[in-house]
């Protein structure tokens, strides 16, 4: 038992300290959808892919702005283009001869994106695409949206690089 407390001690104060200096982390970024995209949404993909392809391309693109340097920083992304690797449910019920799995795209994305200040001023805009060259060079996920998730890393690494950058003219007098 006295084993027991001494090793909940030890955890606690090895944890305390990496909690202490950890960075907050940055807001995720805003992720919003030309009218290109939202018309292709309504019309080939299925409104309900919207929510998912938001949250896929939020959460890559976040894991990429970790440890980057981009407290402060606002990400607004604009979604210009995006092309499944696997037929959506959208696709599948317009034409029932498409399979889930055994269908596949050269899929991609096309994003423009504003890094803002505490103020809402724009500090570095960018754009960044990235599509499969052919399906050797494609996403390997059973999921209809595994190669924007391949861009979104892209993109996520394209951000934090400018915001690393953004910090370093932060510091310099």
């Known amino acids: 038992m006295n084993g027991l407390r001494w090793t909940a001690a030890l955890a606690a104060l090895l944890i ?11 807001a995720p970024p805003a992720v919003l959808l ?33 440890g980057a340097g981009c407290d402060g920083i606002a990400i607004e992304i604009t979604v210009l283009d995006v092309r499944p690797t696997h037929p959506t449910d959208g696709q599948i019920a317009a034409n029932p001869a498409l399979d889930r799995l055994r269908t596949r795209f050269a899929g991609g994305a096309a994003f423009a994106a504003r890094l803002l200040d505490a103020a809402g001023r724009e500090l570095k805009s960018l754009r960044y695409d990235w599509y499969a060259s052919d399906l050797h060079h494609g996403s390997r996920a059973a999921e209809p949206w595994g190669d924007v998730r391949l861009a979104s890393e892209g993109l996520g690494s394209q951000l934090a690089r400018e915001c690393h950058a953004q910090a370093s003219r932060a510091k310099s007098p």
């Open 16 to 26: 305390l300290p990496a909690t202490a200096v950890t960075e907050t982390p940055a």
């Open 34 to 66: 030309s009218p290109a995209v939202q018309t292709a949404l309504e019309t080939t993909y299925g409104r309900p892919e919207q929510a998912v392809l938001e949250q896929t391309i939020r959460d890559r693109v976040g894991a990429a702005l970790k």
